[in-house]
């Protein structure tokens, strides 16, 4: 690889988000308006799919290094940057305890920042700064708490960003006729919890939602990696829980799905709270009831759109009870955002200026 020395920051991410390979590239790209910046995303289980990468080689993205795990460390070892972004959702399956990639920088004398991508799931490695989604969400984006030890700024969460670039763009017509919707009905997007959290409430809720009218499931990006699916017979949770074929989103065309999609439909995922990124409502089944894991979690979910129980969803989804103005998901997003004018890569630019500068 024929790759300068030089760079002013460095991002290596161990584990990227299936269904977002693009919402990477747009982080890339805007931090390389203020800063020379080179991307390093991993290409092995927990990273790039193969097929992501040649989407990613016929786009011709620039300052991209898709690698092993091997590889990535012999480039945080032999190349010259002042800051180095790293991950801080993969790492329990990626690298487990060793945190090389935020040592090893340390150790060259960058200093190193651990970007957040979702609400909760933060493995503290080490890093010099923290960076996390907003105030709204401070108690809930790290494992540790206030115990990190290590400077909290906050910089969104580029997974988040409604972005321009697409992997793989397409009209809605084209989207339509792929997924053999209907254009002229409401599109539903059923978003599923992993597999193996699918409780016997959980797999009648995963029924209903399936047999209603143009739907259709967005997998969680681990299983759509495959992860635990042999827990029930090397089986997607779409050919246990379904009682007829659904179409299913190729998390490559997440994007699109997200833009032509008219509601979001959620049980046990936090997906919901996404939805207000796009102007689109979510629904929420049985959210209240006892045996939904959503119920569990620390933080206080905050969509826009509606709920109903499970007994109520067919009849619930043919109104406009969900239904809201543009107004609503604006003011959900400067609530829940550190700055909803903006797109992370150009609030963390900014905040590596300044702790280049040594102002922050």
């Given at each position: 690889?024929?790759?300068?020395?030089?760079?002013?920051?460095?991002?290596?991410f161990c584990?990227?988000?299936?269904?977002?390979?693009?919402?990477?590239?747009y982080?890339?790209?805007?931090?390389?308006?203020?800063?020379?910046?080179?991307?390093?995303?991993?290409?092995?289980?927990?990273?790039?799919?193969?097929?992501?990468?040649?989407?990613?080689?016929?786009?011709?993205?620039?300052?991209?290094v898709?690698?092993?795990?091997?590889?990535?460390?012999?480039?945080?070892q032999?190349?010259?940057?002042?800051?180095?972004?790293?991950?801080?959702?993969?790492?329990?399956?990626?690298?487990?305890s060793?945190?090389w990639?935020?040592?090893?920088?340390?150790?060259?004398?960058?200093?190193?920042?651990?970007l957040?991508?979702?609400?909760d799931?933060?493995?503290?490695?080490?890093?010099?700064?923290?960076?996390?989604i907003?105030?709204?969400?401070?108690?809930?984006?790290?494992?540790?708490g206030?115990?990190?030890?290590?400077?909290?700024?906050?910089?969104?969460?580029?997974?988040?960003?409604k972005?321009?670039?697409?992997?793989n763009?397409?009209?809605?017509?084209?989207?339509?006729?792929?997924?053999?919707?209907?254009?002229?009905?409401?599109?539903?997007?059923?978003?599923?919890?992993?597999?193996?959290?699918?409780?016997?409430?959980?797999?009648?809720?995963?029924?209903?939602?399936?047999?209603?009218?143009?739907?259709?499931?967005?997998?969680?990006?681990?299983?759509?990696?495959?992860?635990?699916?042999?827990r029930?017979?090397?089986?997607?949770?779409?050919?246990?829980?379904?009682?007829?074929?659904?179409?299913?989103?190729?998390?490559?065309d997440?994007?699109?799905?997200?833009?032509?999609?008219?509601?979001?439909?959620?049980?046990q995922?936090?997906?919901?709270?996404?939805?207000?990124?796009?102007?689109?409502?979510?629904?929420?089944?049985?959210?209240?009831?006892?045996?939904?894991?959503?119920?569990?979690?620390?933080?206080?979910?905050?969509?826009?759109?509606?709920?109903?129980?499970?007994?109520?969803?067919?009849?619930?989804?043919?109104?406009?009870?969900?239904?809201?103005?543009?107004?609503?998901?604006?003011?959900?997003?400067?609530?829940?955002?550190?700055?909803?004018?903006?797109?992370?890569?150009?609030?963390?630019?900014?905040?590596?200026?300044?702790?280049?500068?040594?102002?922050?």
């Amino acid at each position: 690889m024929n790759i300068p020395k030089q760079w002013d920051v460095v991002i290596y991410f161990c584990g990227t988000h299936a269904s977002h390979i693009d919402k990477y590239v747009y982080l890339n790209s805007r931090l390389n308006k203020k800063l020379k910046t080179l991307m390093i995303l991993d290409d092995g289980y927990w990273g790039v799919s193969s097929h992501q990468k040649t989407l990613l080689s016929k786009s011709n993205v620039k300052n991209l290094v898709l690698t092993n795990q091997e590889n990535a460390k012999i480039l945080l070892q032999n190349l010259d940057y002042k800051i180095a972004i790293l991950d801080s959702c993969y790492r329990k399956g990626s690298l487990g305890s060793n945190n090389w990639d935020i040592t090893i920088p340390k150790s060259k004398g960058a200093k190193t920042i651990q970007l957040s991508n979702v609400i909760d799931d933060f493995y503290y490695g080490g890093a010099d700064f923290v960076s996390l989604i907003s105030p709204y969400f401070r108690n809930f984006s790290h494992d540790e708490g206030e115990n990190i030890d290590a400077k909290k700024i906050y910089s969104n969460c580029f997974l988040w960003d409604k972005v321009d670039y697409h992997l793989n763009p397409m009209t809605k017509k084209q989207f339509c006729e792929k997924y053999n919707l209907d254009i002229n009905k409401r599109i539903f997007l059923w978003l599923p919890d992993g597999i193996q959290c699918q409780h016997n409430r959980a797999q009648e809720v995963y029924r209903q939602v399936c047999n209603i009218d143009n739907v259709i499931v967005k997998l969680h990006p681990h299983e759509s990696r495959g992860h635990k699916i042999n827990r029930f017979g090397n089986k997607f949770s779409y050919q246990v829980f379904c009682d007829k074929n659904i179409p299913v989103l190729e998390q490559d065309d997440t994007s699109m799905g997200y833009k032509y999609v008219d509601a979001w439909i959620c049980y046990q995922s936090s997906s919901g709270q996404e939805s207000c990124m796009y102007d689109t409502p979510a629904i929420y089944v049985d959210h209240e009831h006892s045996e939904n894991l959503i119920t569990k979690v620390q933080w206080q979910l905050a969509w826009i759109g509606g709920s109903c129980k499970l007994e109520e969803l067919h009849s619930f989804v043919k109104t406009d009870k969900y239904i809201h103005s543009i107004d609503k998901f604006s003011e959900l997003r400067k609530k829940v955002l550190y700055d909803h004018t903006k797109p992370t890569g150009d609030i963390l630019a900014d905040q590596c200026i300044k702790i280049i500068k040594n102002e922050l």
